[in-house]
Each structure stands twice: as structure tokens, then as C-alpha cells.
């Protein structure tokens, strides 16, 4: 019995990179002959900012989500504003005409003081219930800005390995195995 001998033939082919590095209005992005790509935001960007801020404010926001309170800055602002308008609006447009015509005795306009009192108490429960929808609005705008300035950056990774293979070399080398 003989025996027979077959060969067979590949090639192979390989792709160096060429280093690459992309500076642009809004990232830098750099691509090594390994393959290491780094990327970083530019300096003084929105992408920048946003990655800052949503990084420094991130965990308040979801603290202010979990637990709403009176203390936040946004609530008291709007409440303080609520109050003096409602007090402006008691004085001007309905005391200081009354008492200026002798229609109203002091006990009445504390009596309306005290309504005032109680629709500042309703409005507080309101905000208090708004400042979660408030809140939850908030942080999906933030991590949407967030996600939008990252897919920039993934945008502007593709690109720069495209570029590295695109000047790099191709080698195809052919072999032979007998068996």
C-alpha cells in the first residue's frame, strides 16, 4: 500500500497600525501601533462641561429623587418667590384698600394673614410632590447630554482606529504544509 501526501496552502494577512492621533473641536483621540486607543474630552467643550457636571452633581440629584425636602435650593427659591407674591398681593390689592376705607378691623386681616398661612402650607405639599418629577426631569436630561457627548467620543474612537488601519500596512503571507 502506498501512501499519498497532500499539501495544503493558506495565506494569512495581517494588518500593522499605523499610530494616529485626532484632535477635533470636541475630543482627542489617539490610536497606538497596538491597537490602544485613548480618547479624552477637550478642554473648555460642552462635552467637557457636561461630563463635569453631571460627574460633580449626579449623586445630589438622585439623593434630592430619593429623598425631596423643603431644603432644596430649587424648592425654597420657588416657594420663597410664592410667599412674597402672595403677601405682596394680600397687602396691596386687598388690605391697604380695605383699611383705607375703615372696611376692615385687625382681626380680619389677621384672618387672612392666616389663609395666607395655609395656601403657603398647600403650595409647600405641592412643591414637595412636583420636586420629584422636577428632580427625575432633570437627571434625564443630564445623562442624556452625558450619553450624547460619550457616543461623540465612540464616534471619534471609530474613526481614529479606521484611520490607523487605513495608513497601516498589510502583509499577506502564503504557506505550505505538506501532511
Known amino acids: 500500500m502506498g501512501g499519498s501526501s497532500k499539501s495544503t496552502t493558506g495565506s494569512t494577512t495581517s494588518t500593522s497600525l499605523k499610530p494616529i492621533n485626532l484632535n477635533n473641536d470636541f475630543y482627542k483621540s489617539s490610536v497606538t ?5 485613548k480618547s479624552t474630552f ?3 467643550t460642552a462635552a467637557k462641561s457636561t461630563y463635569n457636571f453631571v460627574n460633580d452633581n449626579i449623586s445630589g440629584l438622585l439623593d434630592n429623587y430619593l429623598n425631596p425636602s423643603l431644603n432644596d435650593p430649587t424648592t425654597q427659591a420657588k416657594l420663597n418667590q410664592f410667599n ?3 403677601q405682596q398681593n394680600l397687602q396691596n390689592n386687598i388690605l391697604s384698600p380695605l383699611a383705607n376705607n375703615n372696611m376692615i378691623r385687625s382681626s380680619q386681616a389677621t384672618n387672612m394673614y392666616n389663609n395666607l398661612s395655609n395656601q403657603s402650607a398647600d403650595y409647600t405639599q405641592d412643591l414637595i410632590a412636583n420636586s420629584h418629577n422636577d428632580t427625575w426631569d432633570m ?4 445623562m442624556s447630554m452625558y450619553v450624547n457627548a460619550y457616543q ?3 464616534n ?8 490607523a488601519i487605513g495608513a497601516g500596512n498589510k502583509k499577506t503571507t502564503s504557506s505550505s504544509k505538506a501532511k
Open 42 to 44: 477637550q478642554d473648555g
Open 139 to 142: 437627571i434625564n436630561n443630564l
Open 156 to 163: 471619534d474612537q471609530s474613526t481614529a482606529v479606521n484611520a
Open 152 to 154: 461623540g467620543m465612540a
Open 33 to 37: 501601533k497596538k491597537g490602544d486607543i
Open 84 to 86: 412674597k407674591t402672595q
